[in-house]
């Protein structure tokens, strides 16, 4: 079973985009529709302090009727934030995201920030080791080993 830290690396892009408690939902809607991402950390002094998502947006703001100019963000991000370091391992982090019903688990190395998984990049690591144990089984059975 592969870390955090062999999936963080083998991610086609390993950098994370956050934003700030203070500043304002709308800038967290065009940074999450420019990146193409479905959250994003919310980091302040260099320490996450929640994760804003898409969820958070349509369940915080719109559902509640809040304007997305005048709101900070720290009004309707995800906290407490749950987070692993880049030791555990993917069904560690497989069975916190589907415990705690998470889309994002933001990956922190003393204190701070170094990358974010989501529930996608778990699930594909997941059929790709599947996908070779059962080819390793197939070359087993065939002889071929």
Do not use: F, W
Request: hydrophobic fraction near 40%.
């Amino acid at each position: 079973m592969k870390t955090v830290a062999q999936l963080l690396h083998a991610k086609q892009s390993q950098q994370v985009h956050t934003i700030g408690p203070h500043e304002m939902v709308l800038d967290a809607l065009r940074v999450m529709a420019v990146k193409n991402v479905g959250a994003l950390p919310v980091v302040d002094n260099g320490q996450v302090v929640g994760v804003v998502s898409e969820r958070d947006y349509a369940r915080k703001m719109i559902l509640q009727g809040r304007s997305s100019v005048g709101t900070p963000v720290s009004a309707i991000m995800s906290s407490p934030v749950v987070t692993v370091d880049s030791q555990q391992n993917i069904d560690t982090c497989m069975s916190i995201m589907t415990e705690r019903h998470l889309r994002h688990l933001p990956v922190v190395e003393n204190g701070q920030l170094v990358g974010l998984l989501s529930i996608g990049d778990l699930v594909k690591e997941a059929i790709a080791e599947q996908a070779q144990l059962i080819q390793q089984l197939e070359q087993y059975i065939r002889g071929e080993q």
